[in-house]
């Protein structure tokens, strides 16, 4: 699955650094005071958005109160006490039949399960949720009854199962068939098989009817063994009308007639799969087409007014299977493969088997409208699902603890494939970002490790978050980077190879990685390395033996990231490792209990003035010495940033390397001095150096040609500005503006209103020029103004270049009347929904909260509406975390913190196992100690700064 989190940081701070929620709320007083004097959009847009929650929302239902002794609906004992079911009734092959009604917007269906029985029972206990069953029997291998009588089901909605009670015992080593017939609506959320809706130009709207079953939602759909370990073959039918199509995992095999004018779609055989990965649509789309060199027909399926979106994804997905065919050395098992984009859809994609289904805009590319970001996010979204297709549908994680094993290796690979079969994106400028991403929330002590327990639906649901996606992608990215490209190759080759249609665990990719491939177990040499070459790749990094699993366990079973800290004296580099920590200072009486236990396995490298190549060592003990082979001026660490740890240097250390950076900065890659600029930072929050060192290293930005480490530094600059607005701490704010529109004016004015450019100049416009607005920067202000107004007198008909359209929208907005014509036009757009899109509602929400006046707005919003915000995205969704973050981490005074911790509280029960609110909090408390720790260095060195540039222009006067 792509989470959707993704997007907004890909669209919003994909370019800015993890600390971008610094903010703050004014005094209540104040604050409505600023509302009165400056009608801004949030307040129209949260009206807004109160008219359509009241318009949609349901309320959620009382009364789910967890039952002491198991006790199923009608009162009598239900069999099975555990969340996860029992292991000794395995499903083989699933014969479902479905017949979704898209006017009564129900379904009804039936499905025989082939099933094994390893232990003498007369339960049979699996997972549905929200169906009403009709009836069910077990039969036995001849499919004859093994009762007359209908048989009793029982059912325990806490752990969403259901028990079916044979009179006869099911023998072990037998196999027999459950038969079940079951109803339900469909789903008017985004789970199970739900309800999708559309409108045409002509203004008709029109229905379908889709699925989305990860992690534990198939059992909405049909009753089954929902966990992963429990993969089977399915047959799927489906009945449908002769104005719509079916599609399901499988190609279609025939079509029959049954009479009432309905068709059935019989698709064949699937392989072996998890249940999660079932999915089937019924819908009116229209597709395109196209065949792989190997013969795999993918189509891209849309809503038949935006089939001419369609091509570019087309084009995309042959290319990308084309390349995971020849990185994984296995041919894509099934003859199709579907992409189809889903109108309502709440995160990015999903990788069902052979019928990927998509948000449209993560499908969706038009050439005259979409942006640079947008082609790159559709070209990653593919290559991420598709990945999948190996990682995750081919070889599954036995458990959800595990499911970085599917996330991290598809976040990883987007990178791999994208930059390989489209090098123009320079996909890979983008990685470092995932990791700053990924340290934000790792920094804080309430991450998890990787690997982290998760038995029920909602905890299953938060394992899909940045640790698994993307610290996930860093730590494999540093493990390539250790092994070599052809060892971590082979070595994943082999773990698709060995685990193909079944499951695995951490320990089993660590085994397949080290151990190298024998020539009984492959015929294709070309990816198969003999055990001494193998060895020597690993091995020589350090010349020493290195243990690969218990170096990988020191990345994903214990939470965090690591600080190296280097000195240097003479030749003798004194290296330690300690936990790095955002918000604990080392003399504080908590730091050694969170230090206490911690050690990682760390690959380091570093570079020198002396040695033009990297040098390797690995850091296994708390601290070390390394001897350099000359006298050196400087020492970088983490070369390219490829390790996943954080750098701090001694005083003279960091002063070496700001003068290098100041003299000559490319003696050091683009990757280098990106990642000197976030960890400065980076250690300023941790209270371990001073802003104003970290303020004098940036300032070599104003000859900085590469984009990364620019916007990176421009990245931190605007969050600080951002949360000193919030707080409205007038003359640092003035200080600030004035020092960033000097220092940074060459740049934004060289840059242009067009959508003219690379992927990644366009994304230094689009940075530039909103950043340019937001400081008021009067020849910004003019020219989106005047770029507004002639958009407005065309009736929205002028189209304007997309990079900037953001910007000009948010010029434009800041008078009445131009608001207004914004809300109609959105409006407008909205009307191909049913208004707005309820799927966008958290990023609404984010929207208005980043506001400086919206964020109280939203949190209001927030507590008011909190029932039906969890009705429509569950406790645990991509939906309910992304409106708990972007609300809360925008604040950054002790009174918020306890306001926020109050309104937690007073629903304790229902939140109490959420990570994202401790996540959230932790946040703001972060922002409440950078304010602290930093706000007078900042005044101090901004006022030094302007002062020094008065008497600079002075000279020159007199
Ligand atoms: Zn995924």
New binding site residues.
């Given amino acids: 699955?792509?989470a959707v989190e993704t997007t907004i940081q890909l669209k919003f701070s994909l370019q800015r650094p993890p600390i971008n929620q610094l903010t703050n709320q004014p005094s209540t007083k104040q604050h409505q005071k600023t509302i009165i004097c400056n009608p801004l959009p949030s307040m129209h847009l949260l009206v807004f958005i109160l008219l359509f929650l009241e318009s949609c929302c349901v309320q959620l239902s009382e009364g789910n109160s967890l039952a002491v002794e198991n006790l199923a609906t009608n009162g009598l004992p239900f069999p099975w006490s555990k969340v996860r079911l029992p292991n000794y009734i395995i499903p083989v092959h699933y014969h479902l039949l479905i017949h979704p009604n898209l006017t009564t917007l129900s379904f009804n269906g039936s499905v025989k399960i082939g099933i094994d029985v390893k232990n003498n029972t007369n339960w049979v206990v699996l997972h549905s949720k929200g169906l009403k069953i009709i009836s069910a029997t077990v039969l036995d291998e001849h499919e004859a009854h093994l009762s007359e009588r209908a048989l009793s089901v029982l059912e325990y909605p806490p752990h969403e199962q259901i028990a079916i009670f044979s009179p006869r015992i099911l023998t072990s080593g037998q196999k027999y068939y459950l038969y079940l017939e079951f109803k339900a609506a469909l789903n008017e959320g985004f789970f199970g098989f739900y309800k999708s809706t559309y409108k045409t130009k002509a203004g008709e709207t029109r229905v379908l009817a889709s699925t989305h079953f990860e992690p534990t939602s198939a059992r909405m759909a049909l009753p089954c063994f929902d966990e992963p370990i429990f993969k089977a073959n399915y047959t799927v039918r489906i009945r449908r009308g002769p104005s719509h199509i079916a599609l399901s995992n499988m190609p279609l095999e025939q079509t029959v007639e049954i009479g009432n004018g309905l068709l059935e779609d019989r698709f064949k055989v699937s392989v072996k799969m998890s249940s999660y990965l079932l999915a089937f649509v019924v819908c009116d789309f229209t597709a395109v087409s196209g065949l792989t060199d190997t013969g795999v027909n993918i189509s891209i399926y849309a809503a038949p007014e935006k089939w001419q979106q369609t091509h570019y994804a087309l084009e995309a997905a042959l290319r990308l299977l084309e390349f995971y065919e020849q990185y994984f050395n296995i041919l894509y098992p099934l003859p199709k493969l579907d992409l189809i984009a889903i109108p309502d859809f709440q995160s990015g994609a999903m990788?069902n088997w052979g019928l990927t289904t998509y948000r449209e805009t993560s499908l969706l590319y038009d050439p005259d409208i979409s942006s640079a970001s947008d082609k790159l996010w559709v070209t990653m979204v593919i290559g991420?699902e598709l990945a999948?297709q190996w990682f995750g549908n081919l070889v599954t994680m036995q458990w959800w603890n595990d499911i970085w094993l599917?996330?991290g290796f598809?976040r990883y690979m987007e990178f791999v494939s994208v930059a390989a079969v489209y090098p123009e994106l320079k996909v890979e400028d983008h990685f470092l970002d995932t990791c700053f991403g990924a340290i934000g929330r790792d920094s804080l002590n309430s991450s998890r490790p990787i690997s982290s327990v998760a038995e029920n639906p909602t905890q299953i649901k938060e394992m899909f978050d940045t640790v698994s996606y993307d610290k996930g992608a860093c730590i494999l990215h540093m493990l390539r980077n250790f092994l070599t490209d052809e060892v971590f190759q082979s070595g994943i080759i082999r773990y698709l190879q060995t685990f193909q249609y079944s499951n695995a665990r951490n320990e089993d990719l660590w085994d397949s990685l080290i151990k190298t491939c024998s020539e009984e177990e492959f015929t294709a040499g070309d990816y198969c390395y003999s055990s001494t070459q193998g060895t020597k790749n690993v091995y020589g990094f350090a010349g020493e033996h290195i243990d690969l699993r218990e170096m990988m366990h020191s990345w994903t079973q214990q939470k965090g990231i690591p600080l190296v800290t280097v000195k240097q004296q003479g030749r003798t580099l004194h290296i330690g490792q300690e936990r790095f920590l955002k918000i604990v200072l080392p003399q504080e009486p908590l730091w050694a209990a969170l230090q206490d236990g911690f050690l990682w396995h760390i690959p380091l490298t570093y570079k020198t003035s002396h040695s033009d190549h990297e040098i390797k060592h690995i850091l296994t003990t708390k601290s070390d010495e390394l001897e350099l082979d000359g006298d050196v001026d400087w020492v970088k660490l983490n070369t390219d940033m490829t390790g996943y740890y954080i750098v701090h240097y001694d005083e003279e250390g960091w002063a070496a390397l700001s003068k290098l950076l100041k003299e000559n900065h490319s003696a050091l890659s683009f990757r280098d001095r990106a990642s000197l600029v976030h960890n400065a930072f980076q250690l300023v929050t941790a209270g371990r150096l001073s802003l104003d060192k970290a303020l004098d290293l940036i300032t070599y930005l104003k000859s900085e040609t590469h984009n990364v480490p620019l916007l990176q530094g421009i990245g931190y600059l605007q969050s600080f500005y951002k949360l000193i607005e919030k707080r409205n701490i007038t003359d640092v704010k003035h200080d600030l503006k004035t020092y960033m529109l000097q220092y940074f004016r060459e740049v934004i004015d060289s840059q242009t209103w067009s959508d003219d450019g690379t992927v990644s100049d366009r994304k230094l416009r689009e940075e530039f020029l909103s950043l340019a607005c937001e400081l008021h920067y009067p020849p910004c202000l003019e020219k989106a103004q005047q770029l507004f107004l002639s958009w407005m007198e065309s009736s929205g008909r002028v189209s304007l270049p997309t990079d900037v359209s953001e910007t000009v929208y948010m010029v434009g907005a800041q008078h009445e009347t131009g608001w207004l014509f914004l809300l109609e036009k959105l409006l407008q757009l909205g009307m191909e929904g049913s208004l707005i899109k309820k799927q966008n509602l958290p990023t609404l929400i984010y929207m208005v909260a980043r506001n400086p006046v919206g964020h109280f707005l939203a949190w209001d919003f927030v507590k008011t509406h909190w029932k039906d915000l969890v009705a429509k995205f569950p406790l645990g969704s991509f939906g309910i975390r992304e409106i708990i973050v972007g609300t809360v981490t925008q604040f950054s005074s002790t009174e918020e913190l306890k306001e926020v911790k109050n309104f937690f509280g007073s629903i304790k029960e229902q939140v109490s196992q959420l990570r994202v609110i401790h996540v959230a909090t932790e946040n703001l408390e972060k922002n409440i100690v950078w304010l602290h720790r930093n706000l007078e260095t900042m005044r101090t060195w901004l006022q030094q700064r302007l002062n020094q540039k008065k008497s600079d222009q002075n000279k020159y006067i007199f």
């Fill in positions: 699955m792509k990788e991420h999948h599917n996330e598809a």
